[in-house]
């Protein structure tokens, strides 16, 4: 089945500073692929997400970047607030008449002032 | 605005107990997915059902259950809760007809003493 493979495991950085998160996928047949964000004590919400036909996308300071060839893709963070601190999970979803989501192990990121 | 409930916040119960857990979404959403959430492991795919009495295994199903009666209704089943089990449980729902975002219920904070 599909693994997803999430590094790195906490990222600290400075106000105004990129993020960056990288995910890996097992199963090529993978064609979804959404990333949500998790605050402290709510649940997790969908930031953005790409499909296997595009190779990158952008939306406002967040934007992702896949490699199909490769199996791997990545978010990107620019000009961070404190405000996005929060834990990101990145995911693979399989759509074979049914929708299989399987999400990495999530990366904590931590915005100081 | 899509809602996915789970019928509790919080839950504590014995050793050998028979624990459900429910979710109800109000999207007429095919898809639905159980997940549990334990530090370090990210969200880990329990089982998955994409249509009334339809259900599949997901990574962890060990020792749960799953009932999809209605389609609007997804139940985790516990059949003898053990102390291993204590985590946060999540449901999530998402439509079929093409790749789209899951949306998560607020979780259920299991503790099994």
């Known amino acids: 089945g599909e693994n997803v493979e999430q590094h790195p495991s906490t990222l600290s950085v400075q106000e105004g500073d990129s993020a960056v998160i990288k995910c890996t996928y097992s199963?090529?047949?993978?064609?979804?692929f959404p990333w949500y964000k998790q605050e402290l004590g709510k649940r997790p919400q969908l930031i953005i997400d790409?499909?296997?036909?595009?190779g990158e996308k952008k939306d406002q300071r967040i934007a992702v970047t896949l490699n199909k060839t490769a199996k791997h893709f990545s978010l990107h963070i620019t000009e961070t607030q404190p405000e996005d601190s929060a834990v990101y999970f990145c995911?693979?979803?399989?759509?074979?008449?049914?929708?299989?989501?399987?999400f990495g192990t999530g990366t904590r990121l931590l915005v100081s002032p | 605005d899509v809602k996915v409930t789970q019928s509790s916040r919080y839950l504590v119960k014995r050793t050998g107990e028979k624990v459900f857990l429910e979710c109800v979404q109000d999207?007429?959403?095919?898809?639905m997915f159980w997940y549990r959430q334990d530090p370090g492991l990210g969200l880990r795919l329990i089982y998955f059902?994409?249509?009334?009495?339809?259900?599949e295994k997901g990574d962890i199903p060990e020792g749960y259950s799953v009932s999809r009666e209605k389609k609007e209704r997804f139940s985790l089943i516990l059949e003898s809760a053990s102390t291993n089990q204590t985590s946060m449980y999540l449901c999530?729902?998402?439509?079929?007809?093409?790749?789209?975002?899951?949306?998560f219920g607020q979780g259920t904070r299991l503790t099994v003493v």
């Open positions: 059902s994409y249509d009334v009495k339809m259900k």
């Open positions: 999530a729902s998402s439509l079929t007809d093409r790749n789209t975002e899951a949306f």
């Open positions: 790409i499909r296997s036909n595009v």
């Open positions: 199963d090529s047949a993978s064609n979804y």
């Open positions: 995911a693979a979803s399989i759509n074979t008449g049914f929708q299989k989501l399987v």
């Open positions: 999207m007429d959403h095919e898809n």
